[in-house]
């Protein structure tokens, strides 16, 4: 067989595997705008209940913005109801010395700036609710490696920057595997691993599976 029919077809191969790459992603963008929408709606009265609750539990505002790291290192400010008393991020070097997460994460059990309320929202999840607005301004995605805070990402070596290559995700392989008690390496490993193989049906799984994981509070 000539050479050229065999480069054509190598060529034909690729063209077919980035359209269908592309057409994936347009399904999963079109997927996370429809969810993201009816669950924002549907969830209205509980998302004025969270915002009262905080409102009455301690002084600040109801939601939390912060900066992330998203898709190809392109920074957005993510969205959460407040969970911690005001001025907690100035009060992390503080508690440094107790963090018990490895790497450049940082992880407190028992972290004195979380709130009444605030400790039950993270273990149900409910203060990530307003992320459901970063995925529909295209943000963030449903699923996805988890966001990542610019001080983490300056730590980043080529490998680990892989992670930048998909949007990052309200729930993820880190989230069902264990969720905070996966160390740094850990969860690095399963998102570069969700980034190599993502699937629109992979999605479909790992949504289905946060769902027992969120109920069990299972490393929250």
């Not at 992330?68 to 005001?86: H, P, T």
């Amino acid at each position: 067989m000539p050479r050229g029919s065999r480069l054509g077809d190598h060529t034909n191969r690729s063209r077919a595997i980035g359209g269908d790459r592309r057409l994936g992603l347009a399904a999963k963008r079109v997927f996370d705008v429809v969810v993201a929408t009816v669950v924002l709606v549907a969830a209205v009265p509980l998302l004025l209940l969270i915002a009262l609750f905080v409102c009455i539990d301690s002084p600040g505002a109801v939601l939390y913005r912060q900066r992330r790291v998203g898709l190809d290192g392109r920074v957005f400010v993510i969205l959460k109801f407040r969970s911690m008393v005001v001025g907690a991020d100035a009060l992390r070097d503080l508690l440094q010395p107790a963090n018990e997460a490895d790497g450049p994460l940082f992880k407190l059990e028992n972290d004195p700036r979380v709130t009444g309320v605030g400790r039950w929202l993270r273990k149900l999840s409910l203060d990530e609710l307003p992320q459901l607005l970063n995925v529909v301004a295209g943000d963030m995605s449903l699923v996805g490696p988890r966001p990542a805070l610019p001080s983490e990402v300056a730590t980043y070596d080529a490998r680990t920057a892989g992670r930048l290559s998909a949007k990052p995700g309200i729930t993820g392989p880190w989230q069902v595997s264990g969720r905070h008690s996966s160390s740094f390496e850990d969860y690095v490993s399963l998102d570069l691993d969700y980034v190599e193989n993502r699937s629109f049906g992979g999605d479909l799984v790992l949504l289905a599976c946060t769902v027992p994981v969120v109920l069990q509070r299972t490393g929250a």
